[in-house]
Each structure stands twice: as structure tokens, then as C-alpha cells.
């Protein structure tokens, strides 16, 4: 059985993305296990599929003869193989054209008087000796010209890789910069987004229902709006009155904050208190975790974490306009979908049994974002927002694992929610 | 039709004419110095091996001495090719795109390197003389870029980097600003959807 980790590796196997060291300990696996040679060959097929997947190109005619040219012919036996042999010394021919004509030479020379031969060659000789210290002076100077070069070469080489090295530290730098950033917009992104919930209802729009969802999954799973607001909201001393019935026909408890009890309960706002507060004390949710070291890996319940990825937990909020029928909801990090599934939303009213199906949602850049829902029926309240996991062609009433739910309300597939 | 016996199947093999064989075979007798079945192979593979080698290098001139290389080596090391590790196809392509890797690496490691190159417009595309549309596909290239489509965009991505671009894991994760588990995550889910789609080999 091969495990994700090392259909991982054999992927990035395949690809020539593993460093020396990685692909000779993955090759060393391989040699031992003839399952993995057989997934790594099937990989390896795949992968190359993609070379035809590339405009048409044709070589150049030259290319075949060049090859030709350059592969090594077979040698052929007796004397072809020698004259073969001969063939491969580069020097061999030039060589050996060389010494015949110097056996000429000297058998001309050797034909002249040898008086004639001696004067001439000392004239000569006396005029090739001046040329012969100047050559020697030139190229000596040549070779100082040539060492200084080559030193300034070593210096420039040096100072190239420093600069190479200061341009690699500094896009590690540049990367880690942007990943802060990203974080940072994220957070923002978030408290405007809780901050637009927030004082909606200080403009007078005092009808919007805020349902907040948390992970299912959560320990603070329980803890509702409500629960939080006050918890919240008494810290900072603010006096918390509850408004029951505010909205008719809800069951949804809505918070007022009154500041020293300036407002009367007709004039109640809705408070928030959003799941990224609750996920900041979660594990897995801090911020540091963004420069985490890729060298280090978590072991989670579901094996080897992946290295250097960050894990946030899922979270959302969805505001219901009574008047209008129409709501958002915003959501974040949503896990990643296995293949052929779909996050399904629905709604629970008092007045219907069953969870009413809203649609699917579309699909969102990493799980993050915010969409716009309508129900196909006349007034409808909603009272909890589920958000689930189905089949990519949906399902008539909630049958996947619930992702978000809120504001923790009982699980429909458990029977209908508390009054 | 009951398939040949072994013996028979390999004195077919051994007497057929050299254009009928496959790439297996063809590659045994490069093995056995046979120059022919070298030019067989390179007119079966050549343009596609260079075409991959123009787009990942960009370059004529450098594809040209990639695809070059390639059938050196092929007739080098012939006789160590192991069908039971992939097909001839696979083969090929593993080493054309090892040279083109090697070239893209030493570029990037030497960021003053730059140069002049001539087009890739200025070469003739793959035909016997036809015209043919500047972007033309092979009908196994249409297909590929057909079951390509499938993918969602991030992981077409990630994988076109790396295979066709020459990028490390990290370079991809730095280029498209995600983590480097989020890259590799996407590669492998990637290529087991293209395995799906591809349950054939090559041979």
C-alpha cells in the first residue's frame, strides 16, 4: 500500500523536483519495492503524455547528419580497424605529414654546399635573435596581462556569487514579507467584514439577523452567539440585555449592548461576535505559523502534515435582511473538497421541519469568501445556517459531514432545532 | 488471434523490416550498432522531442543541440535501456527533458547570463511541406491538451511550471505566493487525475 506521502514524493519524482539527496533516498526505496517501481512507471508515462502537448515544431535537416557525425561508428577488422584506430588520434595524419616533409627539407639542405649553408644561416641567425628577445619580452608581458586578468577574473567571480548569495536572501526575505502581508490583509479583510456587521445596526437597520457558524468539529462548538457576546462583551463592561422576540417570529436570541443603558430595548443592536476570535485561541490559528520553517512537519490525527503549509480553521458568518428575504454569507478557509463533493447551503426555520435546501456553493478561492443567497419561499427566518458537505449533484436534505454550522442549533440530522 | 509463441514472436521481430518494428526493438538494434534503426527512431521522435525542447528552452539553437544530444546518448546507452522501467517514448522524453532542466538550471544559477536568441517564429513548423496554422498540435497533442483542460487551473499550473518551465518547488511556491505544501498537494492530485485520464503507455 503506498501512502500519500510517498505518492507525493514519486510525483515530485517524476517531475525532477526532488533535490539530489531526496531523489537518491526515494531511488533506494524504489530499488526495494516493486509496487512503488510500478506506480512511479505509471506516473512517469502520465507525466510525459505532455510533451505532446507542445506547438509542432520541426528540426532542422542538419540535425540527423549532425548526430551521424558524432556518434561513434563501429570499427571495421584488419587493416580498416588500424587505419580506424589511426583515426581516432586527432594528431595522427597532421603528424605524420609533418615528418615527411621535414625528411625533405633536410634532404634538400643536405644537397647544398655546406660552406653556403653556414653564412647564410648565421645572418639569419643574428637578425632571428633580435626578433627572438622581442617576441619573448611580448610574451612575457602577455602573461602578466593574462595573470592580471585572470586575478581581477577571480575577484569579479567572488563578488558575483556574493551578490548572488545577497539576491537569494533577499527574495527568501521578499517571500516571507508577502506572506505577512497576505496574512495581514487576511485579518483585516476579516475585522471589516465584522465591523460592517457591526455597525449595520447602528445606522437604525435593527432587522438584520446575525447568525454566526462555528466548526462542528470545535470544543467551542457549544458556544453560541449568544454565549459569546456576553462573555465578550461583559468584559468590557458593557451592560448586556437580551431581546427575545425582537424579530417576530424568530427564535434566534438577538444581543442589545447598551452602553449605561442609554438605549431602550426598541432601539436594541445587534452585537457579533465572530469564530475568528474563537479560532485565535485554537491551535493551528496563529499567525506565526505563516513563517513556519517548511522544514517542519506537524503530525495531525490524519498522518504527516504537509510541511510549511498553514492550517486555518474554517469559519463565517451570514446576515439575514427580513425585509428584503436575502442574506450573505461570508465564510473562510472552508477545507479543500475531495473530488466529486460539493459544500451544500441550508437553512433551518421554525416553521419547516426540515432543513430547507439554499444551493450549493460556488466554488471559492481557498475556501474564502463571501456570496449572496435567496430562498425560493415567502417569508422565510432563519434561525441556523448549515453548511455541508454533499455529492458534487447535491442532496435533497443534509446527509454529509456538517463543515459550519450556526448558531448552534441542534444537528438536523438529530432532530429539529431547540426552541 | 492466439498471440505468437516467444520464439516465434522474436524471429518475426528479428526478420521484419526495419520500419515495421516498434520502438523496442528498434532500440535493440541501435544497441547492436545498427544506424538505420537510429534514423528510424529519430524520424519517429525527433519533432516531438524538439518541439518539447523549443518550449522549455525557448531557444533553436539550444533545442536543436538537446535533440542532438538525445540520440547520442541513445546510441550510447542503448543497450541499457530497461523496458520494465518505462516505455522508449518515456525514455527519450526523460532524457531530452533532464539536458533542457540541466540548461534551464545553469541560466537561472548565472542570473548575468542573457543572450541573444534567435525566434522560435523563424523555424519551419511540422509538415511535409504544408501549410499549417503558426500553433499546430499533433492529434495526440490536441488530446493531451484536451485531458489537460480537466485539471483545475492551479494544479495545470503548478505542473506546466515544472515540467515544461524547469522549476523547483520552491521557485513554484514563490512565483505563485502559495505554501509549499498547498504546490505539492496540487502536483500530486494533478498527476493522479492525468493518470486517470491516461491509462495507456506509449509502446
Redesign the interface.
Known amino acids: 500500500m503506498i501512502d500519500?506521502q510517498t505518492?507525493?514524493t514519486a510525483?515530485?519524482y517524476?517531475?525532477?523536483?526532488l533535490s539530489e539527496a531526496e531523489r537518491r533516498a526515494f531511488e533506494s526505496r524504489l530499488r526495494k519495492s516493486p509496487e512503488l517501481?510500478d506506480r512511479v512507471?505509471?506516473?512517469?508515462?502520465?507525466?510525459?503524455?505532455?510533451?505532446?502537448?507542445?506547438?509542432?515544431?520541426?528540426?532542422?535537416d542538419r540535425?540527423?547528419d549532425?548526430?551521424?557525425s558524432?556518434?561513434?561508428?563501429?570499427p571495421a577488422r584488419g587493416l580498416s580497424a588500424k587505419l580506424a584506430r589511426v583515426n581516432r588520434i586527432p594528431a595522427a595524419w597532421p603528424l605524420a605529414a609533418c615528418m615527411m616533409l621535414g625528411l625533405a627539407v633536410f634532404l634538400l639542405v643536405a644537397d647544398r654546399t655546406g660552406r653556403a649553408i653556414l653564412e647564410q644561416d648565421l645572418r639569419d641567425s643574428g637578425a632571428a635573435f633580435e626578433h627572438f628577445g622581442e617576441a619573448l619580452e611580448e610574451m612575457r608581458q602577455i602573461e602578466r596581462d593574462r595573470d592580471r586578468l585572470g586575478d581581477e577574473l577571480s575577484a569579479t567571480e567572488q563578488e558575483?556569487a556574493r551578490i548572488?548569495e545577497r539576491?537569494r536572501e533577499l527574495?527568501e526575505e521578499h517571500?516571507d514579507t508577502?506572506?505577512a502581508e497576505?496574512y495581514l490583509r487576511r485579518e483585516l479583510q476579516k475585522m471589516r467584514d465584522q465591523a460592517f456587521v457591526y455597525h449595520l445596526p447602528r445606522e437604525g437597520i435593527a432587522r438584520l439577523v446575525v447568525i454566526e457558524l462555528v466548526d462542528s468539529s470545535s470544543e467551542f462548538a457549544e458556544f453560541g452567539f449568544v454565549d459569546q457576546a456576553l462573555q465578550r462583551l461583559s468584559e468590557i463592561g458593557h451592560q448586556i440585555t437580551y431581546a427575545h422576540q425582537l424579530i417576530p417570529g424568530t427564535r434566534q436570541d438577538d444581543v442589545s449592548v447598551s452602553p449605561s443603558g442609554e438605549w431602550d430595548a426598541d432601539e436594541s443592536r445587534s452585537a457579533v461576535v465572530t469564530s475568528g476570535q474563537i479560532l485565535r485561541d485554537a491551535p493551528g490559528a496563529v499567525g506565526e505559523d505563516l513563517v513556519r520553517d517548511?522544514s517542519e512537519a506537524q503530525e495531525t490525527s490524519e498522518g504527516a502534515?504537509?510541511?510549511?503549509?498553514?492550517r486555518y480553521q474554517p469559519s463565517g458568518f451570514s446576515i439575514w435582511d427580513e425585509t428584503e428575504q436575502v442574506g450573505t454569507l461570508s465564510v473562510y478557509d472552508l477545507p479543500?473538497l475531495p473530488?466529486n463533493a460539493v459544500y451544500q447551503l441550508w437553512i433551518e426555520d421554525p416553521a419547516h421541519d426540515l432543513p430547507i435546501n439554499v444551493g450549493m456553493l460556488p466554488e471559492l478561492d481557498d475556501g474564502t469568501g463571501m456570496v449572496y443567497y435567496q430562498v425560493d419561499m415567502e417569508q422565510v427566518t432563519p434561525v441556523n445556517v448549515l453548511i455541508t458537505q454533499e455529492p458534487r449533484a447535491g442532496s435533497p436534505y443534509p446527509a454529509g459531514p456538517v463543515i459550519l454550522r450556526g448558531p448552534g442549533g441542534a444537528d438536523p440530522r438529530r432532530g429539529s432545532p431547540q426552541p | 488471434m492466439d498471440n505468437p509463441t516467444p520464439m516465434l514472436a522474436h524471429r518475426q521481430e528479428h526478420d521484419a523490416e526495419p520500419s515495421q518494428l516498434g520502438d523496442a526493438a528498434l532500440l535493440a538494434r541501435i544497441g547492436q550498432r545498427d544506424e538505420s534503426a537510429l534514423g528510424l527512431l529519430y524520424a519517429r521522435h525527433s519533432a516531438v522531442l524538439f518541439s518539447l525542447a523549443c518550449r522549455m528552452l525557448s531557444d533553436p539553437l539550444e533545442a536543436e543541440e538537446v535533440l542532438q544530444d538525445v540520440f547520442v546518448r541513445t546510441w550510447k546507452h542503448a543497450p541499457s535501456y530497461d523496458p520494465t522501467r518505462s516505455s522508449v517514448f518515456t525514455w527519450l522524453v526523460m532524457i531530452a527533458r533532464r539536458q533542457c532542466l540541466d540548461r534551464l538550471r545553469a541560466r537561472r544559477s548565472n542570473p548575468l547570463r542573457g543572450f541573444a536568441t534567435p525566434s522560435l517564429d523563424d523555424l519551419p513548423p511540422c509538415s511535409d511541406g504544408r501549410q499549417e496554422e503558426e500553433r499546430s498540435y499533433s492529434e495526440i497533442g490536441e488530446m493531451v491538451l484536451q485531458k489537460l483542460a480537466l485539471l483545475s487551473e492551479e494544479q495545470r499550473r503548478c505542473i506546466e511550471m515544472a515540467y515544461f518551465e524547469g522549476y523547483t518547488q520552491n521557485e513554484i511556491a514563490m512565483h505563485l505566493d502559495e505554501p509549499l505544501g498547498t504546490i505539492k498537494a496540487r502536483i500530486r492530485r494533478g498527476l493522479l487525475k492525468l493518470k486517470r485520464v491516461f491509462p495507456f503507455p506509449h509502446d
Open positions: 500519500r505518492e507525493e510525483s515530485l517524476v517531475l525532477d523536483l517501481s512507471r505509471e506516473l512517469a508515462e502520465t507525466v510525459n503524455h505532455l510533451a505532446h502537448a507542445t506547438p509542432k515544431r520541426k528540426p532542422p540535425a540527423l549532425a548526430i551521424y558524432r556518434i561513434e561508428r563501429r558575483l548572488h539576491y527574495l517571500h508577502r506572506h497576505a517548511p502534515e504537509e510541511p510549511g503549509r498553514v479543500e473530488e
